[in-house]
Structure formats: C-alpha cells, structure tokens
C-alpha cells in the first residue's frame, strides 16, 4: 500500500467482535516498525462518547470522508500496513496534534 506518516487517515478493518470486521476509517498515529502502524478508529456515531473528537473536512490538508466523523480515542489498534484498504486523507497537522495530545492525556488519567 505504500508510506504512511502520522496524521494520516486510512480505510482499515476494525474488529468489532471476536470473529467479525467492519471497514472504518483510522487516524494513522504512529509507526511501530516492521510495517505496523498504531491506528485510532474514526465513526460516524461517536457524538455520545464524551471524548470523541469530531472530524469534518476542514479538519483535511487533503482528502476527507463522506460525512462528519469521531475521532474514538479509546479505540487503538496496531495493524500492519498490509491490512490498509486504501488512503482516505490527509489531517491538518494542528488538528492531528489535538488528536495525539488527547491521546496521551487519556493514557495518562489512567494511571
């Protein structure tokens, strides 16, 4: 599928139950090595989770999705980069950074 840099969001399939995937989209947040990617899964019904953030076509350098999007930061998967359907964007770099700082954030409360 080719590089991916951080910031950018893919199509991937998300687990949603032991045996079953559905196709989302995922903002890429770091480079694991070897070909894995850390991702965070993006939906279109995330405005009930509190620390969802929301993710429109403004929030795009390049690209963008079909309609609004929640960024789920509870939602982190590392997949390798053979897993990637397809590239769907390109997220501004302040808006990435939102998304990055709330992660950490959320990894932090939780200590």
């Known amino acids: 599928m080719g ?6 969001v893919v199509l991937v399939r998300f687990p949603f139950s032991v ?3 559905k196709f989302r989209p995922a903002v890429v947040i770091a480079n694991c090595g070897g070909g894995d990617w850390l991702l965070c899964q993006v939906t279109s019904g995330g405005d009930s989770d509190p620390q969802a ?19 789920r930061l509870g939602r982190l998967l590392t997949v390798n980069e053979t897993l990637i359907a397809k590239r769907v964007g390109l997220l501004e770099k302040s808006f990435f950074e939102q998304v990055r700082s709330a992660i950490l954030g959320m990894i932090k409360q939780s200590r």
């Open 3 to 8: 590089a991916f840099t951080a910031g950018t």
């Open 19 to 21: 045996t079953q995937t």
């Open 53 to 71: 953030i929301t993710l429109t076509d403004g929030n795009f350098l390049e690209g963008g999705l079909e309609r609004v999007g929640y960024v």
